[in-house]
């Protein structure tokens, strides 16, 4: 049975959060390193010309395919028999409106609860771009954006049937183990400049998480099933003039991995991503050759038995929601001024905000963004951060859990807009937009804290054992 329960936290003096946690299952007491796991997957290209997602300067839809897009899923179960399925996509994103009926769908045929459920997406910009409306700021017509919905309802059952099936076969005894390797494209693109900010560009010096982990699920007699591994590194190696379809580099990745094991299944998963760029990018054989990079460290490391350290059970969920506290809405005066700036971004904001308040819509003074952390027994903490989450979040939250054993994911459950630091929002530049689905507005630079609360006390129920603060 689920068990809610409202939580307060005070992260500032003046600042409550409110959290609506699901408990899942409580593991009993004891680590194993048995495990019983199930993989699917499902080809997800579209056959219908959509539009591609990610860039607002594209006008028309694709104009073919040059790697095809899956969906995956692998469920996991214990040794107590607690079931829990991650589910990875060479998306875009999924937003709340289209992940949570893929939840309830799942949670329905399997019995499986909210917590036990995380989706992620690799955040590719020339996949399909995601709707279930004709949505008014988009350049579609209605015979286009029917196409856009009738791919999303379609993507929903296909996300749905691949995790179920995963679940429903998950008795493949295995073992699990994780190691760590290094993407070295990863490149920080907050570019500081004299006369114009912070630009999208390049900065060599600015701070990235160039770890790639990996989890490594072989059967008790040794033989590679699959590898789940991870990224923190925007999927935009390719800009706004491409129209083929493709996964960009995690796409290639996962394709090297499994040509070389053919017997495995390989997913992607992305972490705080949010101001990090691909180095060199621009070129489809640039997107090929940074997918083979990362490809090669996977591979690297599947052929090194040293590297790899058990993962034992019990695997214990838990899962909230936390209201981000949002800025002041932007006056008349303020709305002006940001249509002058230069960056379409900033006139978007001022003029969504415009049409909704003409529409008699009430902007919400937060955002309910999901949080959810798995506990491995005491070997690993993997923490799904909701939204395009940028760097500065991976040390806060080690300094929150600790360093060690520690698994930061980012772009799960909902890919609502930006969620910067406190650090950026002082900086500025475009990680700072804040939400561009789901609601308008800029995050303030409270919701650092929230969001570092949140997780800290998900993962002290979860079972890790914390620093002292």
């Not at 054993?405 to 909902?414: K, P, Q």
């Amino acid at each position: 049975m689920r068990t809610t329960r409202w939580i307060w936290l005070l992260a500032l003096p003046s600042i409550v959060a409110g959290i609506i946690l699901w408990k899942s299952h409580a593991a009993p007491d004891g680590e194993s390193g048995a495990w019983e796991i199930g993989l699917a997957s499902v080809e997800i290209t579209p056959q219908e010309p959509v539009f591609l997602a990610g860039y607002a300067s594209r006008n028309h839809p694709h104009e073919g395919v040059a790697a095809p897009l899956h969906g995956k899923a692998l469920a996991l179960r214990d040794g107590a028999g607690h079931r829990a399925v991650i589910i990875t996509t060479d998306l875009i994103g999924l937003t709340a409106e289209v992940a949570e009926p893929i939840c309830d769908r799942i949670t329905e045929a399997t019995g499986v609860e909210r917590a036990d459920i995380l989706i992620n997406s690799s955040h590719t910009h020339t996949g399909p771009m995601l709707t279930l409306s004709n949505d008014p700021t988009t350049k579609m017509d209605d015979t286009q954006a029917a196409r856009q919905v009738a791919y999303t309802r379609h993507l929903q059952d296909q996300l749905a049937s691949i995790a179920i099936s995963a679940l429903e076969h998950c008795d493949q005894p295995a073992r699990i183990s994780m190691a760590t390797g290094m993407a070295h494209f990863v490149m920080n693109r907050r570019e500081f400049t004299p006369d114009r900010g912070v630009i999208l560009g390049v900065n060599p010096r600015g701070p990235v998480d160039r770890s790639v982990p990996a989890l490594r699920l072989t059967s008790p007699e040794g033989k590679l099933l699959g590898v789940l591994f991870q990224t923190a590194c925007h999927n935009t190696t390719l800009g706004g003039d491409f129209y083929q379809v493709t996964g960009d580099y995690a796409g290639y990745a996962q394709r090297f991995v499994e040509e070389r094991h053919p017997e495995a299944s390989a997913l992607f998963m992305i972490g705080c991503a949010g101001d990090a760029n691909p180095h060199p990018r621009g070129k489809l054989e640039m997107s090929e050759h940074h997918g083979q990079a990362l490809g090669t460290e996977v591979c690297r490391l599947l052929d090194d038995e040293k590297a790899w350290t058990p993962i034992t059970g019990p695997l214990s969920t838990r899962f909230a929601r936390a209201a981000l506290p949002l800025q002041p809405v932007p006056d008349a005066k303020a709305r002006a001024a940001m249509k002058l700036q230069s960056g379409s971004w900033r006139g978007f904001v001022a003029s969504e905000v415009e049409r909704r308040l003409a529409a008699g819509e009430t902007i919400p003074p937060n955002y309910s963004a999901p949080f959810g952390v798995w506990q491995f027994g005491s070997s690993l903490t993997l923490v799904g951060l909701s939204g395009e989450v940028v760097v500065d979040y991976v040390p806060r939250l080690e300094r929150e859990l600790g360093p060690t054993r520690l698994w930061i994911a980012a772009y799960c459950n909902d890919v609502y807009g930006y969620l910067p630091s406190a650090r950026v929002l002082r900086e500025g530049g475009y990680e700072t937009r804040g939400l561009y689905a789901g609601g308008i507005g800029f995050f303030a630079p409270e919701a650092e804290d929230i969001v570092a609360e949140t997780v800290r006390q998900l993962a002290k129920e979860a079972g890790r054992s914390l620093p002292q603060p």
